[in-house]
């Protein structure tokens, strides 16, 4: 807008610049055609040959003067085409000749150019003819040695001078070269038709006008540039107006201002239609803001809001605010509820790890009785033999069954023993170094007599390299209870059954493989086989949280747990568990 | 009178051959079902009794059971176990008389009178 301005500005005065040097030419122009004319008249009452025979003529009043005088003046016409009549006026306003006989008699003694006409040459006595064509009358003295003789008056046509003010070049098309006089009457006039009123010649300005026009500006013989003046029509123009001290004439050049800024209009067009464009853009981007982002706000809100009430206990308070605002507060208290729902969640994990534990424990008991009534049954039978060798007195006998009888409570107090420890709540231990192989060790004393009974051969590849690690060893005993546990399951039916577990070292974590040669797992269900409660056992032997419980407790532990199974060629479970970084240290 | 003895554990059957010899009983004794049914296979009519725990290593002692009962239908059973609830199950097994439960830890003279009551 600011390079608007200034170059409106620069174009205004290079415009007034241009129609003042118009206006310039133009009033020279005019000064110069008005002063031919009078030459023309003088050239003619200047003739001797005239002014002779008109003196001769007041003498003698003979015919043959007027008769000298009329062909003198036909001549003079003749050779001035637009001068149309020639006439000579006598001393008492009379026409005494004239080279048209209508006009022979007539009584011009109260005109101006007869009044005016005996002492000076001057060519401004404008008037319409009939056809309202615009004509003037040329008048000047006749004078013979100082003797006034009469008035010679020329009627003349002003087309030089009218198409002179019509010669629009350099005026575009709104642009007009305006003459102007103040009349007799004191009335400011028109001289010549205008381009937007032809009939306006010796018209009166329009008193609307009148004010601003440039037109009194320049009566006021003032000669000056302005660029916010009102013609004649009210239209905005911009002005250079000139005085002629000889004619005693006002001109005005002048182009409308809407054509002088076309072509700045045109940039400021341009403007107000890229700011349209740029509000339209803007109009359009707020809306595509309020469609595609205030409304997935406000409905991210709301659905905040609405899993708040479902699913946190929360209740949400409704504030009228802005939808980011209130974004913001819903997310807040969503936030709120989820760190609650998130605790609450960790809580009933801890809880279901024990009773998946105690469920186990339940799964286990009939092995469990078994590997208990074994020591039981030995110690019974012992007792039995002890007393029938007492009774026999043979001491050595009966000392040996005793012996065997203390070694059968060793083992079922070992099984009872880890039956506690595995019982206990695993989350409330802490965590300390152990040995990988020891695990695995401790995970087989309920489990090795099963294994065994099933016909399942075990096979044991531990690494013999491996350094302690720092977890829960309770925790990782369960879940090796529970793959070997699962792979016990998963061999019931097959032909081979063969449980191999490995340990290893892999980088910086320790792994677990309980491998079974079972029917293996269909991937459909290698996906879901960490969901809690899925199970593939029948119902009332598997609770399904089983593997969900590792999971969990292989995450507490920044570890892992992983399956690769081909159907029909069996199963590997992997654990990989971080070895504590300062025992490597 | 031929007996079979089958359990996993070879201590108890050291000491069930033992006491059971100190009665006059000829003791074979098998630790997996698979040996012991090649035992019966031999002669069908040897043995008078088999005893057996209810929990083998390869077959359990019903998979002997059925297998013994498709060539002798008469040879009593007595089945050792440590879990009451599969009582009922044993003893649904077979006609009375032909099949026996002894609940885990029971003493060497309980099975002696067992054998007594149910051998032929």
Known sequence: MISYVSFKSSLTSEILQHLDSVASIQKSRIEAIIEQNLERLLLISSRTQLRITLNRFHHEADQDALQKMTIILRDAQKSIPSFEEISIIDPKGIVLVSTDEGFIGKNFVSRSFFIKGQIENKADYFFLDDEKNLKTYFSGPLQLNGVFLGVLLVSSNVDNLISAIQDYSGLGKTGETVLGKVDEAGEVIFLAPLRFNPGAALQKLPLTAAVFTPMLQALNRKERLIDDAIDYRGAPVLAAIKYSDSLKWGLVVKLDQSEAYAPIDTLRNELFGLMFIFLVAVIFIASYFAKHIVSPISKITDRARAITDQFLSEKTIDIEQNEVKSLEHSFEQMTQGLLKANQKLKDTQAQLIQSEKLASLGELSTGVAHELNQPLQIIKMCVDLGQIHLEREDLDKAGSHLQQINTQVDRAAEIIQHLKIFGRDASLQKREKVSPNQIVHSSLIMLRGQLEHQGILLELALSGDLPLFEVNPLEIEQVLVNLITNARDALESSQEKKIIIRTARKYQYIIFEVEDSGSGILTAVREKVFDPFFTTKPVGKGTGLGLSICYGILKDHQGTISVRSEYGKGAVFTLSLPIDSEEEA | ?120
């Open chain 2, 1 to 120: 009178m031929n007996v079979l003895v089958i359990d996993d554990e070879a201590q108890i059957l050291e000491m069930i051959a033992y006491f059971l010899g100190t009665k006059e009983l000829q003791v074979k004794t098998a630790r997996t079902g698979e040996a012991a049914f090649s035992l019966f296979d031999k002669d069908p009519d040897f043995f008078q009794v088999i005893v057996t725990d209810v929990r083998l290593p390869d077959i359990d002692g019903i998979a002997l059971y059925k297998r013994i009962r498709k060539q002798n239908v008469t040879l009593p059973f007595i089945f050792m176990s440590g879990h009451l609830d599969q009582e009922e199950a044993i003893q649904a097994l077979g006609k009375a008389g032909s099949v026996a439960f002894l609940l885990k830890p029971f003493s060497l003279n309980a099975l002696y009178v067992t054998i007594q009551k149910y051998a032929k």
